[in-house]
């Protein structure tokens, strides 16, 4: 079994060479999906502490977006262990955005590249979106889910706010809400008022799937 822990040190330290040894011998193991799905979630962990590296300035912005890319590359090799394929976008559409005040992406675009991988529509409205911007989307999209994604304990209220919003136009009743992000919690789902949460982007999925009723 691969050593999560290395794997999890190895992104963090922006170790493209040992991260990568270490998938490709995770993979030529033949694993099982119990054992992928534990070896993403190091991988999670791994761009979590490139995260706070960036806030306290160690790491820069493009120390985050080459972070953004190890773990695609990690996500396309263990996508056939995790039964995701290729595909029409014919189960869903699902309207993703960073609230307003955070800049972060890594998580979001993680999440979509997963989504896209099961097959849903995905329509990523970028990081800062405000909560009009959202509404706006989702107006002209109609989408079965709207994803909120924040890192910065702001982000918090801004989620709140945008989901607000959507309940003023009476478009909240046709969507699910999902937030994302490491500071999301169960305390923090019922105060902005989403159908569910996690920081973890295969949960998140998941949970997805249900909703469309695949």
Known sequence: MIDTELLKRSIG???????????DTFLASSPGEEDARSVLSACQEGVYIVGERFEKGVYFVGDLV???????????????????????????????????????FIGKNLFKTMLEAVNFRVIDIGIDQSPQAFVDAVMKYKPDIVGLSGLLTTAVDSMRETVLALEETDIR??????????????????????????????????????????
Do not use: Q
Request: some cysteine.
């Open 66 to 104: 080459f972070a953004g890319s190890m773990l695609a590359a990690a996500v396309e090799k263990l996508k056939p262990l995790l039964g995701f394929g290729g595909g029409n976008y014919t189960v869903g559409t699902v309207v993703l955005g960073t609230v307003e005040g955070d800049i972060h």
């Open 173 to 214: 009743k046709t969507v699910k809400v999902y937030i994302g992000g490491s500071i999301v919690n169960e305390d923090i789902r019922t105060y902005v008022g989403a159908d569910d949460w996690s920081r973890n982007a295969y949960e998140a999925v998941l949970k997805c799937r249900e909703w469309v009723g695949i």
């Open 13 to 23: 330290d922006l170790d493209e060479d040992s991260a990568y040894g270490l998938l």
